[in-house]
């Protein structure tokens, strides 16, 4: 049994109900965004050249936050082992181990394409943001809020996820094939394999896949905020034409995020329709299915006590019965009622 500070520990970590654990949750969520943020600016290469040294202290310090997150949440768990291989778990463990081996500079990440698979892991860590969705729409619901605003949440929560996951699996899967370092370090490559004395040539990014060339006008997606537009033109459907793939891997990614476009364009048309009927009824579906629950528990509680009374106020809610047949069926015996609902039940 704790006690003191680990008592405090152990329920900011796992109690919903505690105040501190949703103050907690909101700490990391802020460190989420940042985290994100820092993941799609670090791929505008003006920019990540004039502040790396802050943008890498800001990343240190998320991973740390990360880490201590982590470490908790393994340690307060029930079944320490179970928390690890779930999904939640393993998507925490995510967050953190691609940036601590990028940290640690091993010599097995030499390799670009494993860089490439780590920074694209780092993006699971907006899977994060899930996890306080659903809990926000497990423990906000019963507290008589606005389901509206908590539908609202929930849907900006995720479509934030959506682009920031869509966009940076499209530039890793196309963009980077032709981002400056890539074009510097392919051209060096290129060079070293020329003869002495043979005319220069260019070097020209291909898909990795298919082989094809990839043009200079068709590298559309030089860094992750461009890619964001392109994201947010496909989950629209307005379809602009201005950005499109020309790699298969970026063919792929495009096609997800069409279905997720779908996909948040019903749920969000789903929300519209309960904000039309509040500002047009007053009142939300949720409430009116609230009031039938209640009225039908009460009719549960007097149906134990008094079956007969309860069968004819069924019967009249339902409108099978005017209240003078109703009145009526009243002085009737306990047969006959089961005989007047049976040809119902049919």
């Not at 049994?1 to 520990?9: A, I, N, Q, T």
């Not at 010599?107 to 994060?128: D, I, S």
């Not at 510097?184 to 260019?202: F, I, K, M, N, W």
């Amino acid at each position: 049994m704790r006690s003191g500070p680990m008592l405090f520990l152990e329920r900011m970590f796992t109690d919903v109900t505690y105040p501190w654990y949703r103050y907690f949750q909101n700490f990391i969520a802020f460190f989420i965004f940042t985290s994100c943020i820092g993941i799609a600016v670090e791929t505008l290469s003006d920019v990540a050249e004039h502040h790396r040294e802050f943008m890498k202290a800001v990343e240190n310090i998320t991973l740390g936050v990360f880490i201590l997150e982590y470490v908790c949440n393994v340690y307060f768990a029930k079944k320490r082992l179970k928390f690890v291989f779930s999904f939640w778990g393993l998507v925490d463990l995510l967050s953190i181990l691609p940036s601590l081996l990028l940290l640690l500079d091993t010599q097995a990440l030499r390799g670009t394409r494993v860089l490439r698979v780590m920074r694209v892991l780092r993006v699971m860590r907006v899977l994060k943001l899930a996890r306080q969705a659903l809990e926000m729409l497990g423990t906000q619901i019963s507290k008589n809020r606005n389901p509206l605003l908590i539908n609202l949440n929930i849907y900006l929560i995720t479509l934030f996820a959506v682009m920031m996951m869509s966009s940076s699996l499209m530039y890793y899967a196309e963009g980077e094939l032709y981002a400056p370092h890539s074009l510097v370090a392919g051209q060096a490559a290129l060079d070293a394999t020329l003869e002495a004395g043979a005319e220069p040539q260019t070097f020209m990014p291909h898909d990795p896949i298919s082989g094809n060339p990839i043009p200079e006008d068709k590298r559309f997606f030089t860094s992750i905020p461009t890619a964001m537009w392109w994201c947010v033109v496909t989950l629209t459907t307005t379809g602009y034409g201005d950005m499109y793939p020309v790699t298969v891997l970026g063919r792929v990614v495009a096609a997800f995020t069409m279905f997720a476009g779908l996909i948040l364009f019903s749920i969000l048309m789903n929300i519209v329709g309960k904000t039309i009927m509040i500002l047009l009824f007053g009142e939300t579906l949720d409430n009116q299915e609230s009031q039938d629950a209640s009225v039908d528990q009460k009719l549960g509680a007097q149906a134990r006590d008094n079956p007969r009374a309860t069968a004819i106020v069924l019967l009249e809610k339902d409108q099978v019965l005017t209240a003078a047949e109703a009145a009526a069926v009243a002085r009737r015996s306990a047969r006959e009622i089961r005989e007047a609902l049976l040809p119902l039940t049919r």
